[in-house]
């Protein structure tokens, strides 16, 4: 039990809530841990999903299966994320994607109910939830605007562009490459190289593997107008 509360003080869910406060959330709930192997799949696209799922150990990855056949990564998780929190609720709750154990893994299950539970009986928890489904709103209303701009060179001067207010530099550092890059843009990864090496020649960044530079704040603004 204490390292199941170990983990879970480091995800969202229970931020600042004391490991007594966890514990006794856990037996006020039916929760269920399962096992997962490398490989082995954990829920599949337009599966009902009645559950939140807590990572607690391993590695998970976010798939999304096109009729060609092609596999594209939508996200990938690890010890302390959770995934399910914004359909668990919803009128048609299945998983949109498939979620794919790509190490040895192991996930707490809540059910939705118990989620309920949790959060009359501790404000924390109901709070740390709100804002979780918030953000995801705000991380969707911003997909949306990426996809509302009608060229690549806009929609990596957004992207840029709010990295910029995030990270608060002009050396933006990202933890991916342009494969993924290129997914969160929903642009094609070759056409994503292309612009990104036209907009260093041009002078508005420059950039050094996983490292974008914005040389001239202006001209990269600029992109948006134009």
Do not use: W
Not at 83 to 112: C, L, Q, R, W
């Amino acid at each position: 039990m204490n390292k199941i509360v170990d983990v879970l003080s480091k995800c969202v869910l229970f931020k600042d809530m004391t490991n007594n406060e966890i514990k006794k959330s856990l037996e006020s709930i039916d929760y269920k841990i399962s096992s997962f192997k490398k490989g082995e799949i954990i829920a599949i696209e337009e599966e009902e999903c009645v559950n939140l799922g807590i990572i607690l150990d391993g590695l998970v990855e976010i798939q999304k299966t096109f009729p060609s056949g092609n596999i594209v990564t939508l996200n990938r998780f690890k010890s302390g994320n959770i995934f399910g929190e914004a359909i668990v609720f919803s009128k048609k709750h299945v998983y949109p994607a498939t979620i794919m154990s790509i190490d040895n893994s192991k996930i707490m299950f809540i059910h939705k109910n118990d989620i309920i539970n949790i959060c009359s009986i501790n404000n924390k928890f109901l709070g740390n939830f709100m804002t979780i489904l918030s953000d995801r709103i705000l991380m969707l209303n911003s997909k949306i605007k990426i996809l509302s701009y009608e060229t690549i060179r806009k929609k990596i001067a957004n992207f840029l562009l709010d990295e910029y207010k995030k990270q608060n530099n002009n050396f933006l550092e990202f933890s991916y490459g342009r494969k993924k890059m290129a997914e969160v843009l929903n642009v094609p990864r070759p056409s994503l190289s292309r612009e990104l090496a036209k907009m260093r020649d041009e002078g508005i960044i420059d950039f050094d593997k996983n490292v974008i530079k914005i040389v001239d704040i202006k001209l990269l603004e600029g992109c948006l107008i134009n």
